[in-house]
């Protein structure tokens, strides 16, 4: 979504490094980049306006004049000013104190609206919440009927007393009033903690709909309204948004379609125009494709500085910890890693959703997005067919894989033998570095690893001890080898138990504080 933004301002940056001092004139130079960077985005003009202004006058404060680096200070500045605009910091829902939390979703039509409520209800079910759907949409030709199969599909139950219409030449009949107030009833009998009531899209210059949509929420009194709007809106995200909070009085935003390739302004200027926070974002069609919104983050996001918070939180949601656990057990033990462990971590991988998304998280991949996106998902399909189309045997002795064997295997899988090739020569390279790191031996460069044995010091290693050189001259070197020997004789003729300088012979139990009787114990 912020690629175009992300590329803009990376360039930007990029002509302010190596320069130890900033003058008025590059300062000005930078912040009309990140103003032209800013309304290509489709940013509100307001917004950048003031976004431009602050920048400026931080930039040309003491905060970057006294900096060691200006540059990534003026980076930092942006950093947070972004930060700023985006809503400061993560909000949560509001849960009620008694009774069930109620949620009410409002927008305009095809915003995404009715998938968003099953994202939603998914997500609190996740939470330890026990969510119900209310099927409020019913000017919308089979909007119940989709909510039905969302709700079916995200496993949680759906509230729908009244079919709705079926096509555009049917007129609404149904009261939407009456449906969401009897959900929340049917929540409260029923024990459910959270209700999402979805109502019917309405444009903002339509005043009926809007004046319906406010009955609705005086009637259920939510503890949420959430204004759901489709991030490539672009320039009209403003009014759009103003329109909403006047009818219905929104207290979160939810941004739809956030994977989309759109320039992603309405996600920079709603929050800052409105003053009410952007809480969730719906970042693909799938119902696990939404995700808690982080300011601070999709900043980082934005300037390039990576997501790696969010892609640990993935992966301890989505990791097994069983096959981690004998993952681990069998790196200490030292085993052979073997396709089968091959064929484990990558279906654990799959399991966090699209490589892409999981790569584009990483700092630093702007810069390498078009190999990102020319990246093929179906490669780990490919994959893990030719891994399966090995025997038992095979995958965990590859080194018998001869040529008949490979084009069995390619046959099997549908891959040229090219391909298996080319699998098992990555998959040795990996297997060599999985033994090296279980016997201690580490990286390239790197030092071993503790308790994976390998520790102690190494022929020929830095640290061993080194035996002292003989000296050259022959009256030198015969001193020195009665010396030594004179040495090695004294300590043959030193008495057991004279470790600390005292013999055996000279012990007096006497001189000890001990029990009566017991200097019989010490052989006296």
């Not at 290509?40 to 003031?50: H, I, L, N, Q, S």
């Not at 985006?86 to 939390?101: D, F, M, S, V, W």
């Not at 199969?149 to 729908?160: C, E, N, S, T």
């Not at 012979?505 to 001189?511: G, H, L, N, V, Y």
Request: charged share 25%; aromatic share 4%.
């Amino acid at each position: 979504m912020f690629n175009s933004l992300s590329d803009r301002l990376t360039a930007t940056f990029k002509n302010l490094r190596g320069k130890g001092r900033l003058s008025e004139a590059d300062v000005d130079a930078t912040v009309r980049e990140i103003r032209r960077a800013l309304l290509d985005a489709d940013v509100a003009v307001p917004v950048v306006r003031e976004f431009a202004g602050r920048i400026r006058e931080r930039a040309l404060g003491a905060e970057v004049s006294a900096a060691l680096n200006p540059s990534q200070q003026i980076v930092k500045i942006v950093n947070e000013e972004l930060v700023e605009i985006l809503g400061g910091e993560t909000r949560r829902i509001r849960l009620a104190k008694t009774g069930p939390t109620i949620i009410m979703l409002a927008g305009l039509q095809g915003a995404g609206k009715t998938t968003l409520a099953g994202k939603l209800a998914k997500w609190m079910k996740s939470q330890g919440h026990s969510p119900v759907l209310v099927a409020a949409d019913l000017q919308r030709p089979n909007a119940v009927t989709q909510l039905q199969v969302v709700g079916g599909r995200a496993g949680v139950p759906v509230f729908a007393p009244h079919p709705g219409t079926t096509s555009d030449l049917e007129t609404p009949t149904g009261d939407p009033i009456a449906v969401a107030k009897a959900g929340v009833e049917e929540a409260r009998q029923k024990l459910h903690d959270v209700v999402i009531v979805d109502t019917a899209g309405r444009l903002g210059v339509d005043a009926e709909m809007m004046d319906q949509a406010r009955r609705i929420r005086q009637a259920i009194i939510p503890n949420e309204v959430l204004f759901v709007i489709d991030s490539m809106i672009g320039q009209d995200a403003v009014n759009t948004a103003h329109a909403f909070d006047e009818g219905v009085n929104f207290t979160g935003i939810v941004l739809s379609k956030l994977d989309g390739d759109a320039r992603g302004g309405a996600a920079l200027s709603v929050s800052s125009v409105t003053g009410k926070p952007v809480m969730f974002a719906s970042t693909g069609e799938n119902l696990d494709d939404f995700e808690l919104f982080h300011p601070d983050r999709m900043a980082s996001r934005i300037l390039d500085m990576g997501d790696v918070l969010s892609l640990i939180e993935q992966a301890e949601k989505n990791w097994d910890k069983d096959e981690a656990a004998r993952m681990a057990k069998k790196f200490a033990d030292q085993e052979d890693f073997t396709l089968d462990d091959f064929l484990a971590q990558m279906q654990q991988i799959r399991k966090m959703g699209s490589m892409k998304k999981m790569l584009m998280m990483m700092p630093g991949a702007q810069n390498i997005r078009q190999q990102l996106e020319q990246f093929d998902e179906r490669e780990i399909d490919r994959v893990e067919a030719i891994v399966r189309s090995m025997t038992p045997h095979e995958r965990v002795a590859p080194k018998i894989i001869n040529g008949s064997r490979r084009a069995r295997i390619a046959r099997g899988s549908g891959v040229h033998v090219s391909e298996v090739n080319g699998l098992l020569e990555r998959f040795a390279q990996a297997q060599k570095m999985m033994k090296k790191l279980a016997q201690g031996g580490g990286m390239p460069g790197m030092p071993g690893m503790p308790g994976m044995g390998g520790g102690g010091a190494r022929k020929g290693a830095k640290n061993a001890p080194k035996k002292k050189a003989r000296s050259g001259n022959p009256a030198k070197a015969a001193q020195e080898l009665r010396d030594a020997e004179a040495k090695r004789k004294a300590g043959a003729s030193a008495p057991s138990g004279a470790a600390f300088g005292q013999g055996a012979a000279d012990f007096d139990p006497s001189q000890l504080n001990l029990p009566k009787g017991f200097d019989k114990f010490l052989g006296k």
